[in-house]
């Protein structure tokens, strides 16, 4: 992989690596650690894109959207994931 694939790929990386810190679950209680999941180190999944950078098109499925230099992601007071999809100009939600 050369180094302009790996930038490219670093901010979805990133953004998986956000996900999946915010979907684990601690549990205050000893005898739960995984704060009711059955797996105690919590659980990976895609929340958005399809791994591919692209013009994403708007109304799309999450998982079937095209984000390009994904920057950061933040949880609304209404609970929806919004989503900086920074070299398409738009705010994600």
Not at 6 to 15: C, H, I, N, Q, S
Not at 22 to 37: E, K, L, R, Y
């Amino acid at each position: 992989m050369d180094s302009r694939t790996r930038r490219k790929l670093a901010p979805a990386v990133f953004l998986v690596a956000s996900v999946a810190l915010v979907s684990c679950q601690s549990s205050t209680d000893p005898a739960d650690p995984g704060g009711g999941n059955e797996d105690p180190y919590g659980v990976i999944e895609t929340l958005v894109g399809t791994g591919q950078a692209g013009l994403g098109t708007d109304g799309v499925v999450p998982t079937e959207a095209e984000l390009f230099l994904p920057q950061d992601l933040e949880f609304g007071p209404d609970g929806r994931a919004y989503i900086l999809d920074w070299n398409n100009h738009r705010v994600r939600v």
